[in-house]
């Protein structure tokens, strides 16, 4: 840059010569913004994305009629109802993806699973622990010879931790659940934008007439916004499957429910979710490729503007 700048006597001859200069700043400052997003780009490919996905769950039945409950058939084996839940990712168009590379296992995606059986209240549960081996599906037998409601409670496993708001707390933030970051993220958000924070000690929070509602007191430190935001979050609501199964017929009956869980990825396989438009790969591109295009025009009247001051210059002596 220092070859381009012009010496005192140029720019006191030719007053444009100011121009000039701004100029310069400018690409200066166009130079220091496409860095910092280029090293932005470099960090966020190295980083997984999280994307929502679609789970299906397969709640599938088998019945067998014929005898009564408790009774033994021929194979000297009492007559149950079998129920399985089993569960796989669904792509964008709505089928199930069968590549290795991308499948998880059905109990991953949770942290705990119960299976209720109204008749007798039979209750099946899986808690996740450290030692815990992933499965595709989960199985249950019981004796039965009729309709029998079924209740299936799934808890997500969040990865970081998620919870819900207390009611109040996510009116004010327009947020009912998320992570300790963004719940902290957007109650600091809410303090900026309605300016609480105390102009004179910083370090004090002056709650409004929502905020001392939720909080219980008119002012606060920062350093207390922790210990006074954990009464207020909850587990995340768990996920609640009504299923019947019903006697009619001697074929496994199959249901399915959709939810909504979130993958992570690698940004190199973010083709794979956002190929119908501009991912968020595509997007970091386009934006460095936009801002290498407007830096090159800039060298281009940088160059041309340094040409023509110079013969002004030039015919000046």
Same mark, same amino acid.
């Given at each position: 840059?220092?070859? *381009?700048?012009?010496?005192?006597?140029?720019?006191?001859?030719?007053?444009?010569?100011? &121009?000039?200069?701004?100029?310069?700043? =400018?690409?200066?400052?166009?130079?220091? =913004?496409? @860095?910092?997003?280029?090293? $932005?780009?470099?960090?966020? @490919?190295?980083?997984?994305?999280?994307?929502?996905?679609?789970?299906?769950?397969?709640? !599938?039945?088998?019945?067998?009629?014929?005898?009564?409950?408790?009774?033994?058939?021929?194979?000297?084996? /009492?007559? @149950?109802?079998?129920?399985?839940?089993?569960?796989?990712? /669904?792509?964008?168009?709505?089928?199930?993806?069968?590549?290795?590379?991308?499948?998880?296992?059905?109990?991953?995606?949770?942290? &705990?699973?119960?299976?209720?059986?109204?008749?007798?209240?039979? /209750? #099946?549960?899986?808690?996740?622990?450290? $030692?815990?081996?992933?499965?595709?599906?989960?199985? =249950?037998?019981?004796?039965?010879?009729?309709?029998?409601?079924? $209740?299936?409670?799934?808890? /997500?496993?969040?990865?970081?931790?998620?919870?819900?708001?207390?009611?109040?707390?996510?009116?004010?933030?327009?947020?009912?659940?998320?992570? *300790?970051?963004?719940?902290?993220?957007?109650?600091?958000?809410?303090?900026?934008?309605?300016?609480?924070?105390?102009?004179?000690?910083?370090?004090?929070?002056?709650?409004?007439?929502?905020?001392?509602?939720?909080?219980?007191?008119?002012? @606060?430190?920062?350093?207390?916004?922790? !210990?006074?935001?954990?009464?207020?979050?909850?587990?995340?609501?768990?996920?609640?499957?009504?299923?019947?199964?019903?006697?009619?017929?001697?074929?496994?009956? +199959?249901?399915?429910?959709?939810?909504?869980?979130?993958?992570?990825? !690698?940004?190199?396989?973010?083709?794979?979710?956002?190929? &119908?438009?501009?991912?968020? +790969?595509?997007?970091?591109?386009?934006?460095?490729?936009?801002?290498?295009?407007?830096?090159?025009?800039?060298?281009?009247?940088?160059?041309?503007?340094?040409?023509?001051?110079?013969?002004?210059?030039? !015919? #000046?002596?």
């Amino acid at each position: 840059l220092a070859d *381009r700048l012009l010496c005192k006597t140029v720019r006191e001859i030719i007053p444009e010569s100011e &121009s000039y200069m701004e100029l310069l700043e =400018v690409e200066k400052k166009l130079d220091f =913004v496409l @860095m910092r997003k280029r090293l $932005t780009l470099q960090e966020a @490919m190295k980083r997984p994305v999280k994307v929502k996905r679609k789970l299906r769950v397969m709640l !599938s039945s088998i019945f067998k009629p014929g005898m009564p409950a408790g009774t033994v058939g021929p194979d000297r084996q /009492l007559l @149950m109802v079998d129920l399985k839940v089993e569960g796989q990712l /669904l792509d964008k168009v709505g089928t199930f993806n069968s590549d290795p590379k991308y499948r998880r296992k059905f109990s991953s995606f949770f942290k &705990s699973l119960v299976i209720e059986l109204d008749r007798e209240f039979h /209750l #099946v549960e899986w808690h996740r622990t450290p $030692t815990t081996a992933e499965t595709d599906g989960f199985q =249950v037998k019981r004796p039965g010879d009729s309709n029998v409601r079924c $209740t299936v409670i799934l808890v /997500l496993d969040h990865q970081p931790p998620e919870y819900k708001l207390d009611q109040r707390l996510a009116r004010i933030l327009a947020l009912h659940t998320g992570t *300790r970051s963004q719940i902290f993220y957007a109650l600091w958000s809410y303090i900026k934008t309605h300016k609480l924070q105390d102009p004179n000690e910083k370090d004090f929070i002056n709650c409004d007439p929502y905020l001392e509602q939720v909080f219980g007191c008119p002012r @606060m430190r920062f350093a207390e916004v922790p !210990s006074r935001l954990a009464p207020l979050q909850q587990p995340p609501d768990p996920i609640v499957i009504n299923h019947m199964i019903t006697v009619e017929g001697d074929a496994p009956k +199959t249901a399915y429910y959709d939810i909504e869980v979130e993958v992570k990825i !690698s940004c190199l396989e973010c083709h794979l979710v956002f190929d &119908s438009k501009v991912g968020r +790969t595509d997007a970091l591109l386009l934006y460095v490729n936009t801002k290498n295009s407007y830096s090159t025009q800039l060298h281009f009247c940088r160059d041309s503007y340094h040409k023509v001051l110079m013969r002004k210059f030039t !015919s #000046v002596l």
